[in-house]
């Protein structure tokens, strides 16, 4: 935890992926999503897809992050994104039980 007298306690990684370090992984991440080989070639060194991202951060917003650093925050990224996922399909059959449920009770107040 990183503490300053008078203002609230801020977590090391809210620090390290603040919401400029966030937009630069997002972009980063969508151009260097890797569908075909594991390697990417770039001014004739061969590079992984978290060094080609770490670069792009540091160009970007001048903070310099390892290869661990961008791969766990991969992991996070993705976890947060199948619970964003999931609840998104648990309201559906909420909204499609409650819509089940509700048209078979005007349905038997019509009887």
Request: with cysteine; hydrophobic share 35%.
């Amino acid at each position: 935890m990183l503490t300053s007298p008078g203002l609230p306690t801020i977590s090391e990684s809210e620090v390290l992926w603040a919401k400029d370090v966030e937009d630069a992984f997002l972009e980063a991440l969508k151009l260097y999503s890797i569908n075909g080989p594991k390697w990417i070639y770039k001014d004739g060194k061969k590079l992984g897809r978290n060094k080609l991202i770490s670069e792009d951060i540091k160009k970007k917003c001048g903070k310099i992050l390892t290869g661990k650093q961008i791969s766990s925050h991969i992991q996070v990224y993705k976890q947060r994104n199948k619970v964003k996922e999931a609840n998104k399909s648990l309201t559906k059959i909420k909204v499609d039980l409650f819509l089940t449920f509700y048209n078979k009770t005007i349905f038997f107040r019509d009887l």
